[in-house]
């Protein structure tokens, strides 16, 4: 898999806790590495029962800090010193080459030491190390794993103290009588996010995605080959530079930083994006969005299905008319709103082109992304994103690396700008 190097040239000080959870900070520090950071692990005592320093120096490449020393690296690495560092040798785990953190990042937190920091105790290497990251000013992320009748009021009562003090809390997800540590992919996530830079912070973002389905009878539906990848790849990318996204769609993708919202037909993803719209929350006649990215390939037909399973003994004439056009209808009920829309062809080159144009001219599209069928359920694909203020760009690759670039043009043509 190609991974996008969103966290290159970044420090991250990983502070690991006394949880069982602790044997899941190999393969998180793994996926920190190949999107580029350099991670730094800090240990407490229990975690060192639960995994060896040993094997969180293999993962990482660095020895683990696992013991107070009168270098105290805790100011040295989460001190909000020169984030460039300047080749010292810490005597315990840089290898002569430490850098200040640019992100704290704790996983698994105990509901010891969500305690300890919320109450400023640093009698641990970790409690220390988020002391004094928060009063540096180092942005700080808490994971929390423990049993679930440990995630009382008291803790949660913590976490709050923590929330207030701009520490972002991921998790937990509570199953099996567990409050158990949340997916590794949504902490990298949150952690890109912390490390952005917010430059869509304060911006409200709606995105279509995926494939709409008409059904024909109860078992059976009409579709298309789109997997929604390119919409999540999206949503995804607007999270990771501040924005407050929702995503509506066919699928699911589970994650606790994009809200989503679950449609099937044509229709429904229409009156979705129009409720949405016209909701009001946050202000405004667009529901308070600044955006709507038309990323989804939408039913051009329906029909009514059967009440029953239709038989398969003979030929079987569908009665097709066409659905009612998402664009158009945003369109004529939000004028003003800024839209990104998507244009799939199976045509190629200038004939692909002047068609997006076109559609760009018809619904007012701020900006046009031309595909083709070749790009429909796989992971890569290659665009044209079209706009009349930046012209024509294309972007091949995988459809991460294609939502990058779709925002990096999104935040030149329609101007949004975040307020962190």
């Known amino acids: 898999m190609d991974f996008t190097k969103h966290l290159a040239d970044k420090t991250i000080v990983l502070g690991i806790t006394g949880s069982i959870a602790a044997v899941r900070t190999i393969e998180l520090a793994h996926e920190l590495i190949r999107r580029g950071a350099t991670v730094q692990a800090v240990m407490t005592e229990p975690a060192e029962r ?6 969180i120096e293999c993962a990482t490449g660095r020895a683990a800090i696992t013991g107070w020393t009168g270098k105290v690296s805790w100011v040295e690495y989460c001190g909000g010193g020169d984030r460039e560092g300047d080749g010292a040798d810490d005597g315990n785990c840089s290898g002569g080459d430490a850098r200040s953190a640019d992100l704290l990042l704790i996983a698994p937190c105990t509901a010891s030491t969500i305690g300890k920091i919320a109450h400023g105790i640093p009698d641990t290497l970790v409690s220390i190390f988020a002391t004094t990251a928060i009063g540096a000013g180092v942005p700080v ?10 995630y009382n009021p008291i803790v ?16 937990p997800i509570i199953e099996e009588g567990k409050a158990k540590i949340a997916p590794n992919d949504d902490i990298v ?5 912390a490390l952005d830079g917010y430059a869509l912070s304060g911006t409200r973002i709606l995105i279509t995605g995926g494939a709409t389905a008409e059904p024909i009878d109860p078992a059976r539906i009409i579709t298309s080959r789109a997997s929604g990848r390119m919409g999540a790849s999206l949503a995804y990318e607007a999270f990771r530079r501040g924005a407050d996204v929702t995503l509506v769609h066919s699928g699911r993708i589970g994650f606790s ?35 709507l990215i038309s990323a989804a390939a939408i039913s051009d037909y329906t029909l009514d299905p059967a009440a029953d399973k239709i038989r398969s003994d003979s030929q079987l004439t569908l009665d097709l008319r ?21 244009k799939l062809e199976t045509a190629t080159g200038d004939v692909l082109i002047e068609r997006a144009k076109a559609a ?15 790009s429909m359920g796989g992971d890569a694909g290659d ?15 995988a459809k991460e690396v294609i939502a990058g670039a779709i925002f990096d043009s999104v935040e030149q043509v329609v101007g949004l700008a975040g307020g962190r």
């Not at 639960?50 to 094997?55: C, E, S």
């Open 189 to 193: 996530r949150w952690a890109e996010r």
């Open 322 to 342: 066409p659905t009612r056009k998402l664009l158009e209808a945003v369109r004529d009920a939000y004028p003003d709103l800024a839209v990104v829309g998507f």
């Open 156 to 171: 949660r009562g913590n976490i709050e103290i923590l929330r207030d003090q701009g520490v972002t809390i991921v998790g």
């Open 257 to 291: 930083g994009i809200r989503e919202i679950y449609v099937e037909t044509a229709e429904e993803m229409t009156c979705a994006v129009l409720d949405e719209l016209g909701s009001g929350e946050g202000g405004g006649a667009d529901g308070g969005y600044d955006l």
């Open 360 to 374: 760009m001219d018809r619904y007012g599209l701020s900006m046009v992304v031309a595909n083709t069928v070749k």
């Open 383 to 397: 665009v044209r994103i079209i706009s009349k203020k930046r012209g024509i760009s294309q972007v091949s690759g």
């Open 50 to 55: 639960i995994i060896h320093p040993d094997a």
């Open 141 to 150: 992320i808490v994971s929390p794993a423990m049993h679930e009748s440990m």
